[in-house]
């Protein structure tokens, strides 16, 4: 089967469309015949080696985490689905024509193979930070970086619960943040002043998942580091606040997605699809940043 390996750590250019075995589910675990894999941050990073000390991998390696298709393969113990399901899921060395998953749920007949792709890794960390960083109905939330795959499902969750949401984005979403239900601001020089005016009763937490440089302001805004959360500034401890990085309960996040996707109450928008011999662009944009919603490969 065709798949995408880097032989090296570097930049895009070591990506190459490689012919690999097929790869086979062990217990618990399933096989698809991918038809969208979604573009994540850690793709990119692990490709270039910067996650080497805290996830090293052998070489040559796929790459790849999230990715939507039809099951045609079922592991020992596996009882919840079959093969012809259509699903999506979490696993590894998604970009290829078929990939084994390890966390799953059954696709909704009405979100596409695409927008579903996108899901796992952006819906797992807004469940987990939302729930680390305390925050409860009622209460305020900023969101720092609120258009980006993650921070587009962290406004609609956080909704969801009953939550009010500002969010930060650059000055040509602000009416995508307006849709997804928060009240939209921009970054920068200012932001304490401006979220002030937005929320004078106060902010009661906030989330960084754009990894800015913006922690002591948002410590400044919450006026407690505690509640304060950021997956992508790893200075964050040096102000009190703390940092997320280790996955939660990818399974229940999974079906959680599904049914509020079913129902009509979470949509990620997908930006670009890339043919799989452009995997390369799309670790690309990622890393360049300012995406609306989600980076996605499409496979079949």
């Not at 939507?68 to 290829?96: L, P, Q, R």
């Not at 009405?110 to 680390?132: K, N």
């Not at 609120?146 to 962290?154: C, M, P, R, Y």
Request: aromatic share 4%; charged share 20%.
């Amino acid at each position: 089967m065709k798949a995408i390996q880097f032989s090296e750590f570097g930049g895009p250019e070591v990506l190459q469309v490689v012919d690999v075995g097929e790869p086979h589910p062990g217990p618990g675990e399933v096989r698809i015949r991918v038809h969208a894999a979604g573009v994540n941050g850690i793709d990119w990073k692990i490709r270039a080696g910067d996650l080497q000390d805290q996830m090293p991998i052998e070489l040559p390696a796929g790459t790849g985490r999230d990715a939507s298709g039809v099951i045609d393969e079922v592991g020992d113990g596996v009882i919840d689905v079959k093969s012809g399901d259509a699903v999506f899921g979490s696993g590894t060395a998604t970009f290829a024509e078929y990939a084994v998953l390890h966390s799953w749920a059954r696709k909704p007949d009405s979100v596409s193979f695409e927008e579903a792709a996108g899901f796992p890794v952006p819906v797992e960390t807004a469940i987990r930070i939302i729930d680390q960083v305390g925050v409860q109905p009622g209460q305020t939330l900023l969101i720092n970086g609120a258009a980006g795959g993650v921070g587009s499902a962290a406004v609609q969750i956080a909704k969801d619960l009953g939550i009010t949401v500002i969010g930060t984005a650059g000055p040509n979403n602000q009416d995508y943040l307006t849709a997804l239900g928060a009240t939209p601001t921009t970054y920068g020089p200012g932001l304490v002043d401006r979220v002030r005016e937005l929320a004078p009763d106060g902010i009661d937490a906030a989330l960084d998942v754009a990894g800015s440089g913006v922690i002591p302001e948002l410590v400044e805004l919450t006026a407690d580091p505690t509640k304060v959360v950021s997956i992508a500034d790893f200075t964050a401890p040096e102000y009190g606040a703390q940092v997320s990085a280790a996955p939660g309960d990818y399974t229940a996040a999974l079906t959680k997605a599904a049914r509020l996707a079913e129902q009509g109450r979470l949509s990620i928008p997908v930006q670009q699809t890339y043919p799989l011999d452009s995997v390369a662009e799309a670790h690309t944009a990622s890393a360049e940043g300012h995406v609306t919603g989600r980076l996605i490969v499409t496979i079949s």
